[in-house]
């Protein structure tokens, strides 16, 4: 509900702040006191249009702020998630006014916009005035009041949840379809290419692989030759192996060897000489195994090459990685298993599409049905309400309109308007078309008194619903809008004594003049001052003892 209303510099407001409680709170005053000011205001911060003329003379800007307490499964809580405001305990919306007419709007002070501002205030206040309607006048809502009036919310809620699983299937197949029919467009194509893939046959990490191995052979390629040129220095270079190192060797001893005797001397030059051959013969051996061992297979380079070009060819043909290659390979080959197997699939998926159809269609007949029943038990109590409010020709019309299938929704397959006479023999229209003012002030008050347990809006205000009636009928309204006020919280402008006894607390709304500016002040009344305003209302400019006493017998 609405907590406090803090206004600044609006019209010929200059600060005023309202703490406002649960139940039934009227509001009076002179004629011109600036009653309308205080709900132009709440309508600002409810995102209705804001003009430059709604700024005080003089002053650079004006603001108003709403604050609202709300329980955590208010709608408003799911709009604010939606938006990605974070739920505190109270939300405020606040509107801030140029004086040239441009405007800001706030929630919990972020900046928005105002169609936020506009959205969040129609599920937080209704306004039912001379000139104004908001909530009930909107056909959008009446379906939904209509269920929680007939306790349908189950069944409507049925026809949500069968709506959404007709329209995912309906996805589901107009996917396979539209996956089919691409299919066909690209068959030989996609044939041609998992046929070629298939046969490359293409490895997850088949590419690092081979580039190590081909790196790898490469490299041994390179110490092959190496090795062989070192034996190749240590080799005979011609067939009777008389030239080398070794042949060196063996020469250098046989000279040594023939070397008159004594020849001690010779001896550890050729023991020296000898070892030396032993560990050249040693080397070379050792060389002709590494040479042996180091010795690559040009057919497997060749191999390893040729593969690992295909893979990147392929890769670079189907524009991916050739680590993509295999991935590339199963997506096209469900293509085309897709396309082989789509039309059984389709028919399946159609099929389950029309037992959805079906099945949404069971559930939102049976909802129009109980509907209809619903219907004439409200057109029933509203008409039982209209009497005593001096509406006894007026009759609630409620109408229940197929739509055409393209328009059907998850609330089902009808469209639900409230729709009025005033007078008999006249056609039924909308709420706002055939009523005048007063006469639709009271029309929303009867639906409300109807409706008011199965209303999402907390906040009801209610601008002269008084208008051009007294006595009975205004006592009759006074009683169903405390009525109301025993489940929603109500405000009520008016210039009815019987209505404003009523009220759970009561505000005097004043103007007056502060230095050289008209002012509008807001005052609440303790009980001794309403009984003096009641009087006043009773009696007019001079309070008799009379109207003080008529006053008391009002609020008795």
């Given at each position: 509900m609405l907590t406090s209303l803090a206004i600044r510099d609006i019209v010929l407001i200059e600060r005023l702040d309202l703490s406002l409680g649960d139940g039934l709170t009227v509001l009076t005053g002179e004629t011109g006191a600036g009653k309308s000011i205080l709900l132009d205001s709440l309508g600002l911060a409810l995102g209705q249009r804001a003009e430059a003329g709604m700024v005080r003379t003089g002053q650079p800007q004006g603001s108003v702020a709403a604050c609202f307490h709300l329980p955590s499964d208010h709608p408003a809580q799911a709009v604010l998630a939606e938006q990605g405001i974070e739920a505190e305990d109270d939300l405020v919306l606040r509107r801030v006014v140029q004086a040239d007419g441009r405007s800001r709007a706030f929630v919990n002070d972020q900046p928005v916009g105002v169609t936020l501002l506009r959205r969040l205030g129609a599920l937080l206040v209704e306004v039912q005035g001379q000139h104004d309607q908001v909530g009930l006048a909107d056909p959008a809502t009446h379906g939904a009041l209509l269920d929680a009036f007939g306790g349908l919310e189950g069944r409507r809620n049925a026809v949500g949840e069968a709506f959404r699983e007709w329209r995912g299937a309906e996805r589901a197949l107009k996917a396979a379809q539209e996956a089919i029919a691409q299919a066909q467009r690209d068959e030989e194509w996609l044939r041609h290419a998992v046929e070629e893939l298939s046969a490359l046959a293409p490895l997850e990490g088949e590419e690092e692989a081979l580039a190590e191995e081909r790196q790898a052979m490469q490299q041994g390629e390179r110490r092959a030759e190496a090795v062989a040129a070192a034996l190749s220095e240590l080799q005979p270079r011609d067939r009777r192996g008389s030239t080398g190192p070794a042949a060196a060797l063996r020469n250098a001893s046989r000279a040594l060897e023939r070397l008159p005797a004594p020849n001690e001397e010779a001896a550890p030059i050729l023991a020296a000489l000898g070892q030396a051959q032993d560990a050249l013969a040693e080397a070379e051996a050792m060389l002709e195994r590494l040479s042996a061992d180091l010795s690559p297979d040009p057919r497997r380079l060749e191999q390893v090459e040729e593969r690992l070009f295909a893979l990147?060819?392929?890769?670079?043909?189907?524009?991916?990685?050739?680590?993509?290659?295999?991935?590339?390979?199963?997506?096209?080959?469900?293509?085309?298993?897709?396309?082989?197997?789509?039309?059984?699939?389709?028919?399946?998926?159609?099929?389950?599409?029309?037992?959805?159809?079906?099945?949404?269609?069971?559930?939102?007949?049976?909802?129009?049905?109980?509907?209809?029943?619903?219907?004439?038990?409200?057109?029933?109590?509203?008409?039982?309400?209209?009497?005593?409010?001096?509406?006894?020709?007026?009759?609630?019309?409620?109408?229940?309109?197929?739509?055409?299938?393209?328009?059907?929704?998850?609330?089902?397959?009808?469209?639900?308007?409230?729709?009025?006479?005033?007078?008999?023999?006249?056609?039924?229209?909308?709420?706002?078309?055939?009523?005048?003012?007063?006469?639709?002030?009271?029309?929303?008050?009867?639906?409300?008194?109807?409706?008011?347990?199965?209303?999402?809006?907390?906040?009801?205000?209610?601008?002269?619903?008084?208008?051009?009636?007294?006595?009975?009928?205004?006592?009759?309204?006074?009683?169903?809008?405390?009525?109301?006020?025993?489940?929603?919280?109500?405000?009520?402008?008016?210039?009815?004594?019987?209505?404003?006894?009523?009220?759970?607390?009561?505000?005097?709304?004043?103007?007056?003049?502060?230095?050289?500016?008209?002012?509008?002040?807001?005052?609440?009344?303790?009980?001794?001052?309403?009984?003096?305003?009641?009087?006043?209302?009773?009696?007019?400019?001079?309070?008799?003892?009379?109207?003080?006493?008529?006053?008391?017998?009002?609020?008795?």
């Open positions: 990147r060819a392929a890769s670079r043909k189907h524009a991916v990685a050739v680590v993509e290659l295999p991935g590339l390979l199963q997506s096209l080959a469900g293509r085309l298993a897709a396309l082989d197997a789509g039309a059984e699939r389709a028919a399946a998926l159609e099929q389950a599409a029309g037992a959805a159809r079906a099945a949404y269609a069971r559930a939102a007949e049976a909802l129009t049905a109980a509907r209809a029943e619903a219907a004439r038990r409200l057109e029933k109590a509203v008409a039982q309400e209209l009497a005593p409010l001096k509406l006894e020709r007026a009759r609630l019309h409620i109408e229940i309109a197929a739509r055409e299938e393209r328009a059907w929704a998850a609330d089902g397959q009808d469209r639900v308007t409230f729709l009025v006479t005033t007078n008999p023999g006249q056609k039924p229209g909308a709420l706002d078309k055939i009523a005048s003012g007063g006469e639709l002030s009271r029309l929303m008050l009867a639906l409300k008194v109807v409706l008011a347990r199965g209303s999402p809006v907390p906040t009801l205000v209610f601008d002269e619903v008084d208008s051009g009636i007294g006595g009975a009928t205004a006592a009759a309204v006074g009683d169903r809008l405390a009525r109301v006020a025993e489940r929603l919280q109500v405000l009520v402008v008016t210039h009815s004594p019987q209505v404003a006894a009523r009220g759970s607390r009561h505000w005097r709304v004043a103007k007056g003049v502060r230095g050289d500016r008209a002012e509008t002040r807001v005052e609440p009344l303790d009980a001794q001052a309403r009984r003096e305003e009641l009087a006043r209302m009773l009696a007019g400019e001079t309070v008799t003892e009379a109207a003080r006493a008529a006053a008391d017998s009002l609020l008795r």
